[in-house]
């Protein structure tokens, strides 16, 4: 991240501005007394959560985020320049060509004298390290230096562009709004527009609210080494494209006192080997050796600036640089990146992250950045992030050109808004859904920011902008109004559903009041081709009619949903799906590397997470509760779904008796049965510290998609960190605090690589580590669990060791024998392998021989499990139903 002297530069059009200061400059401003107040995230046990895909332990630090942010980049698409400007900001070339013309705005901005002395004076700073300012006070070439002269530059250009009325404004990090002043002292308030007034807090306030923010302006000072050239795949762009900048004076000046550093250190290190005969000697006095040390780091310092990208050490597993090339027009380069490339590109997705996961109704976001000279702009949405080129600007006009061309067209709004809001003076407000008032609520004063982890004491991800939305109105349609309460979960990762969800109170809805007034609303953008929600619960609760009745307790409630076109905004998607289309993805070969995407609102009734359980019996019974409710929906309404995870595992309380029902909530990724051919092979869904690990890295040379059995793997994951993660406080369960003491903690911010091997590895194990002792009820269960997987994964790997079941209480005897007996039984030449059950292991009748068992207290006394779903009504699997494409069934 930029350092404190360096401020990320927001970019936030006219338009939006004067809404926000509408909001915000209202009396009596507070929220209303009944805005609806769930426990904070952050501050409170999640007793009040409702999450999707991404893990339970939502509360991550900034460095746990950058590691999502990586598998994000890693899989990013270079294009070149104009064709960015084309196909994503929306100038084709010809219109490209015209503003260049006499008289038009770039042309207009070339033959600007003021423009041209604004741009020379910005090079002499960047290229020779070295200009002299009107004020007579010498400019050296330094990061912070470069940061004013270039938005001089910017706003020059703007002002010629838009004959002196500029949509744009730029702010900085430090709350001033950055206008063309060269006074390097403070910010020139005095080029504010006349019609507005703002004092620092409502600065305060703007720079805290990125969701308005519409662009991302991103400085740097490395001669082009902070961009990607040459990293990842790419459409078009070849060697020509990749020709880096020559060497700066700067530069060479850092060179050689790097090369006379190291003579210098190489001198220290001869005289200390000469000194009394040995390899330091008692000549080598502590002064040298600080001396020597200090040598040493001022190298390393200087290093870092001018060694190429290329030749630092790689930081992806060795598995991803293994891409290959898919067509003549694709660049096969490695998908690594290291060095100040991998940092700018993790920075800036960080940016566009808080943007993202804070816009609730946003599409996407770009960047611009500018090192030294150079130019690259990056995009962002929910399916791909894409570069652009970086080009060189300095001597090369057509370059510069295209950086105009840049600021031009992003300033064109509201067309190009990375969100949906409509023109209002042709349709009007009461028409128009959904819609969020104010988009803004005045109430919120968060000022904590997203900050380096090394700073102390190291921040929490969600802490930015946690309350923003609380107090306001979401309006779905005519009859559905709802305010808003506190975010309950915000997705990691730039790609992906990025689903938000958030408490909200009931102030107009068309549903049963007896259900309440408190509901939650999740707001996701999956791909147009998913099964939506709404459409499988439906469906699935048209089954659970007559015996299958008490299926309905343990399906989610849907209050209302509806979905939105991108499409249909004027978004760029289309566009960029058919620009990728010639590329794959990367980890589902055959599929598209880019996904068309719908946004999805579902409103649903609310529910309680797991961990407000206070008895281990409880605990018990939901979890057989899952297994039946999954099991019921595979073999009747034919619904798969695909996500096992401790935030997926809810449960409610019968009214009569108080008895717990465990809920399987979150249908996002599900889908129908039996599945395609083309979606199973390449679909392997779920929640990577729950996933299977077959599933997270498949197996070489074996075809893998989602089973039956991957989610009776995934429930077995979640029951075994519930009861080694977490600890009784009496009101429910909580997180151990030590991450020493959580010994599957790397699960949840490893790679998928990493993790897939410390799965295979802990299944290896003779028995579950450090099961805490509210949860010692589950120590066997989980023993005959992991047995079932380990033996089934070894005979699937032509492996036959034994592994005992020694210590297994004996009242499991049945089910010790059963294993032992399958494990005794050879998989013989003239019968197949049943790959879908990993030969009779990994079913749910033997998982529900366990999870119904009798649970034992810790005083020993038994409690009876539950029957819900008879094995009456349990049907034959049908593995086609998954793999339809399939030998080994």
Not at 35 to 46: D, I, R
Request: aromatic residues 8%; proline residues 7%; negative net charge.
């Amino acid at each position: 991240m930029s350092s404190p002297s360096l401020p990320l530069i927001y970019i936030v059009h006219n338009s939006t501005l004067e809404n926000f200061l509408s909001y915000i400059n209202r009396p009596n401003s507070s929220p209303p007394s009944d805005s609806p107040q769930s426990s904070s995230l952050l501050t409170t046990p999640p007793s009040t959560t409702f999450f999707d895909r991404q893990d339970f332990e939502d509360n991550h630090n900034v460095e746990d985020v950058k590691l999502y942010l990586a598998e994000d980049i890693k899989h990013r698409v270079r294009i070149l320049l104009p064709t960015f400007l084309d196909v994503i900001l929306g100038l084709p070339p010809k219109e490209f060509n015209d503003l260049k013309l006499r008289g038009k705005p770039i042309g207009r901005v070339k033959s600007d004298e003021g423009f041209k002395e604004s741009w020379d004076r910005y090079c002499s700073i960047a290229r020779e390290g070295f200009a002299m300012p009107p004020q007579g006070v010498p400019v050296s070439s330094t990061e912070e230096n470069l940061y004013r002269p270039l938005v001089h530059v910017i706003c020059r250009a703007l002002d010629i562009m838009f004959d002196g009325k500029p949509p744009l404004t730029f702010f900085d990090s430090h709350r001033r709004r950055v206008d063309a002043s060269w006074d390097q002292r403070g910010p020139d308030f005095a080029a504010l527009p006349s019609h507005l007034s703002l004092t620092s807090d409502e600065f305060d306030g703007m720079k805290n609210w990125r969701p308005l923010f519409l662009y991302i302006l991103e400085v740097k000072h490395h001669n082009g080494f902070a961009l990607d050239w040459f990293y990842g795949r790419s459409i078009g762009v070849g060697p020509e494209h990749m020709k880096r900048p020559s060497p700066t004076l700067q530069e060479q000046k850092k060179k050689e006192v790097r090369k006379k550093l190291k003579r210098k250190a190489s001198n220290l290190e001869e005289a200390a080997e000469t000194s009394s005969g040995s390899v330091l000697g008692p000549a080598f006095s502590d002064t040298q050796q600080d001396a020597r040390a200090s040598t040493s780091a001022s190298i390393n310092d200087n290093d870092d600036e001018v060694v190429p990208a290329s030749k630092r050490p790689k930081i992806t597993d060795a598995v991803d640089e293994q891409e290959s090339n898919v067509n003549e027009t694709v660049s096969p380069a490695s998908t690594t990146i290291s060095g100040e490339a991998n940092d700018t590109q993790i920075q800036v997705a960080s940016y566009a992250l808080d943007m993202l996961s804070r816009g609730l109704l946003r599409t996407h976001t770009v960047a611009i950045l500018v090192d030294t000279t150079c130019l690259q702009l990056a995009y962002y949405d929910r399916s791909q992030v894409v570069l652009s080129q970086p080009v060189n600007m300095y001597g090369q006009d057509d370059h510069l050109d295209l950086f105009l061309a840049v600021l031009y067209q992003i300033s064109l709004m509201p067309r190009l808004l990375p969100m949906p809001i409509p023109d209002f003076t042709i349709t009007p407000v009461s028409q128009v859904f959904p819609r969020i008032e104010p988009y803004v609520h005045d109430a919120h004063q968060s000022k904590t920011e997203l900050i380096s982890a090394t700073t102390t004491p190291i921040p929490q991800f969600y802490q930015s902008s946690e309350k923003a939305f609380s107090g306001s109105m979401l309006h779905l349609d005519a009859e559905t109004q709802l305010q808003l309460g506190d975010v309950i979960h915000r997705a990691h990762g730039v790609v992906g559903r990025a689903s938000i969800v958030l408490a909200v109170t009931r102030i107009r809805g068309n549903w049963d009041p007896k259900l309440g007034s408190d509901a939650v609303v999740k707001i996701s953008f999956p791909t147009t081709a998913r099964d939506s929600e709404a459409d499988l619960l439906r469906h699935a609760k048209a089954t659970a009619t007559g015996k299958h009745a008490w299926a309905m307790e343990h399906l989610p409630q849907v209050l209302w949903n509806n979905e939105y076109s991108w499409d249909d905004l004027g978004t760029s998607q289309r566009k960029l799906a058919d620009l990728l289309q010639q590329l794959d993805d990367p980890q589902n070969p055959g599929g598209p590397v880019y996904e068309k995407r719908t946004l999805r609102i579902i409103v649903l009734r609310r529910l309680h997470p797991i961990t407000d359980l206070t008895k281990p019996e409880d605990y018990a019974q939901v979890f057989y509760d899952i297994l039946q409710i999954h099991r019921w929906l595979v073999d009747h309404p034919k619904v798969f779904q695909r996500d096992i995870s401790l935030a997926n595992i809810m449960f409610s309380r019968n009214k009569a008796d108080g008895t717990v029902r465990g809920v399987l909530n979150d249908f996002d990724l599900a889908s129908r049965l039996p599945l395609s051919s083309e979606s199973s092979s390449r679909t392997r869904t779920g929640t990577k510290p729950y996933m299977s690990h077959e599933l997270l890295k498949p197996p070489v040379g074996k075809r893998t998609c989602h089973l039956y059995r991957h989610d009776l793997e995934a429930l077995y994951y979640v029951i075994l960190i519930v009861c080694s993660h977490y600890e009784d406080q009496k009101q429910g369960i909580r997180k151990i605090d030590d991450p020493k003491r959580r010994i599957y903690n790397s699960w949840f911010v490893g790679s998928h690589s990493s993790i897939a091997g410390e799965k295979r590895g802990a299944l290896a194990e003779q028995r579950p580590h450090s099961i805490q002792q509210f949860f010692t009820g589950f120590t066997d269960i989980l023993t005959l669990l992991k047995s079932l997987l380990n033996k089934g994964y070894i005979a699937s790997e032509s492996n036959n060791v034994d592994i005992g079941l020694q210590g297994v209480n004996p009242r499991f005897q049945s089910q010790i024998q059963k294993i032992q007996l399958l494990n005794a039984s050879k998989t013989q030449a003239e019968h197949k392998f049943k790959e879908h059950s990993l030969n009779d292991r990994v079913t749910y009748e033997n998982f529900q021989d366990l999870l119904s068992e009798d649970f034992e207290l810790q005083n020993g006394s038994l409690i009876r499990m539950v029957q819900r779903y008879p094995d009456a009504d349990v049907l034959p699997l049908n593995p086609r139903d998954f793999d339809p494409e399939g030998d080994s069934i």
